[in-house]
């Protein structure tokens, strides 16, 4: 039997590049608009960034990190996600002297060994977006409405904002104390492995998907989050600035993030229809995780939303989903005769050299089929070179999405065909 792609991962063929390509160029069309500069790190990190920032007790670092040792006995991790990369990188490249406040935008394929399920991949993708360097509520807000702004572009409609406050490290060590006490009694019926998060790092019970966990862990349904002052009125300018940017969420919701380095904000994106992995994008603050990777303190907020995802929510509202129609494109030059392959080729050619996506055919095929290849490759128009037009130093032009049909000289033909298509290649 021929081998397989792994279980997880998927292979993108045809139209389905094409509708990952304008959802990759939307992101990045749009995160320019509000000034985030693209920054790409490798795959491949030394694993201890992952434990120092997404935290040992987590899900991801526990269960799902693809790690190895490499031959020169490096503990090597296969990214499980961007935020740590990225911090990593600003500090490593001084960003933090040369530029203080940095606003990064980011692409590509993230790793974690999780169960696939709908919605759920081992290499899956995201983009996102991380602000370094400041505390201001207004980064929250424009974190979360660009976020939803890239989304909207990509056709999505009806997701919803979850928002949350997760609050400082000091009211994070108040909370865990309150979740102890609340959770005590049913300490004993918690598994193994939240027995031992209980001690180390309580919220992560709440991440648990045994069912007797789950159960314990979210049986009082009270936010396990207490405000300190100053949190509380941060979070207030948060959903303040998010009304004057007429940005609807839901702060009524109880969540909490699997990665540890959050403080203060929190939201995640959800979209209906895509069952329990709802989740298209989601981030938050995390104000000490650039001084836990070693540089100084300053505050910080990003979001990253799961490509496969976004697709399937925009699936599942295909009616809004013009932006992500598939439109015809290029040119097709079709010959009546083998013999005019050689002709035909230099106008391809010309074509392409001013930026038309044009193609023809090269292995004699009949006209009729070179027709209906033309019409299978979504092309917009057909050009057809024979005997006749060569005489008359003439292309036909048919253009199959209008069913019109011209005759251009051919001195004017590159013009004209540049001209009349309205989709360059330009994806
Ligand atoms: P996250 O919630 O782990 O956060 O992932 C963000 C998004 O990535 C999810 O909402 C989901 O759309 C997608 N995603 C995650 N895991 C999978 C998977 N196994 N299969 C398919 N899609 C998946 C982070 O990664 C943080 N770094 C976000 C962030 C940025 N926080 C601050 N800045």
């Known amino acids: ?100 406040f940095a606003k990064l935008f980011y692409l590509g394929p993230m790793f974690r060994a999780e169960r696939p399920q709908a919605g759920r991949f081992r290499q899956f993708h995201q983009y996102g977006v991380e602000a370094i360097g400041s505390e201001s509520p207004w980064v929250d807000v424009e974190v979360i409405t660009l976020c939803l702004h890239i989304l909207r572009e990509c056709g999505l409609t009806g997701a919803v904002v979850w928002l949350s406050s997760m609050g400082c490290r000091n009211d994070q060590q108040r909370s865990a104390q309150l979740l102890r006490e609340r959770l005590m009694k049913g300490k004993p019926k918690l598994c193994k492995e939240c027995q031992a998060r209980f ?28 405000l300190c002052e100053a949190c509380a009125a941060h979070f207030d300018e948060v959903r303040r600035g998010l009304r004057e940017a007429s940005v609807s969420f839901d702060d009524t919701k109880i969540f909490t993030r699997g990665l540890d380095y959050y403080t203060r904000t929190v939201f995640e994106v959800r979209a209906t229809g895509l069952g329990a992995q709802d989740a298209v994008a989601a981030g938050g603050r995390y104000d000490h995780l650039v001084e836990e990777l070693g540089g100084p303190s300053m505050g910080a907020v990003g979001f990253a939303a799961g490509i496969e995802r976004v697709l399937m929510a925009v699936d599942h509202g295909r009616a809004e989903a013009a932006p992500m129609a598939n ?69 036909t032009l048919k253009d199959l999405e209008q069913g019109s049909q011209e005759t251009v000289s051919f001195d004017a033909f590159v013009d004209e065909v540049s001209r009349e298509l309205k989709t360059l290649c330009q994806r």
């Open 199 to 226: 001690e180390k790092n309580v919220f992560r019970v709440l991440d648990c998907k045994n069912p007797t966990c789950h159960e314990i862990a979210w049986r009082s349904k009270v936010s396990p989050f207490v």
């Open 1 to 100: 039997m021929p081998l397989q792609a792994l279980r997880g991962t998927t292979d993108l063929l045809g139209e389905e590049v094409k509708r990952w390509s304008v959802v990759e160029h939307t992101a990045h069309r749009i995160a320019q608009v509000y000034g985030y500069q693209e920054l790409r790190t490798p795959l491949i990190e030394d694993a201890s960034l992952f434990l120092r920032s997404v935290g040992e007790t987590t899900d991801i670092i526990q269960k799902e990190m693809f790690r190895f040792e490499d031959r020169g006995g490096h503990d090597i991790a296969l990214r499980p996600e961007g935020t740590a990369s990225v911090v990593r990188a600003y500090l490593e490249h001084n960003l933090h002297k040369t530029d203080g």
């Open 327 to 395: 439109r015809r494109r290029g040119v097709y030059l079709a010959v009546a005769t083998p013999s005019l392959i050689g002709e035909g080729f230099r106008f391809v050619q010309q074509l392409r050299e001013h930026g038309v996506c044009a193609v023809m055919d090269y292995d004699g095929k009949s006209l009729k089929s070179q027709l209906r290849e033309a019409d299978k490759a979504n092309c917009q128009l057909v050009a057809i070179l024979g005997e006749a037009e060569v005489k008359q130093r003439a292309i």
